[in-house]
């Protein structure tokens, strides 16, 4: 499979992960153009240092679940700001108060930005729509 669509299935598949842990702002930046150490950015809030933690373990679980391992992970003792290095995708679970302060997606602003309502359509392609069928009279 191609680095990038494996990238595209590990970014969903946070995402997913993300949403099942009730994450808020989810943020994903396409950032192939402009850094040549990872493809994704996935970004997100926790309400608790708690919450964060809890969060990137689910991440990790998840990823593992098809066979993804992380490269790395930090900060998961604090709580504060969680990052786990998938190698092509890099995922980011802070406090609000953390995110607010560091503000990664103006210091990246030069990334595309991709929508939640994206992941499903860059993971595989649309079907194209169906032709009706013409009924014939028989008379």
């Known amino acids: 499979m191609p680095k ?29 153009k ?39 992970m930090e900060g998961g003792k604090t709580g504060d700001w969680v990052l786990i290095d998938f190698g092509d995708v890099v995922a980011h679970v802070m406090r609000e108060e953390i995110r607010d302060f560091y503000n990664l997606e103006k210091l990246w602003s030069d990334a595309k930005r991709i929508e939640p309502g ?8 649309p079907k194209s729509p169906r032709k009706p069928k013409t009924v014939k009279n028989k008379s």
Do not use: C, P
């Open 4 to 32: 990038t669509a494996t990238a595209m299935k590990t970014q969903s598949w946070i995402q997913d992960a993300l949403e099942d842990a009730k994450a808020r702002d989810i943020a994903v930046l396409d950032v192939r």
């Open 34 to 72: 402009i850094s040549d150490f990872t493809d994704y950015m996935v970004i997100a809030t926790g309400t608790s240092n708690r919450h964060v933690q809890s969060t990137a373990d689910k991440i990790v679980d998840a990823l593992r679940a098809h066979g993804v391992r992380a490269v790395g």
């Open 118 to 125: 994206e992941k499903k359509q860059t993971a595989r392609k």
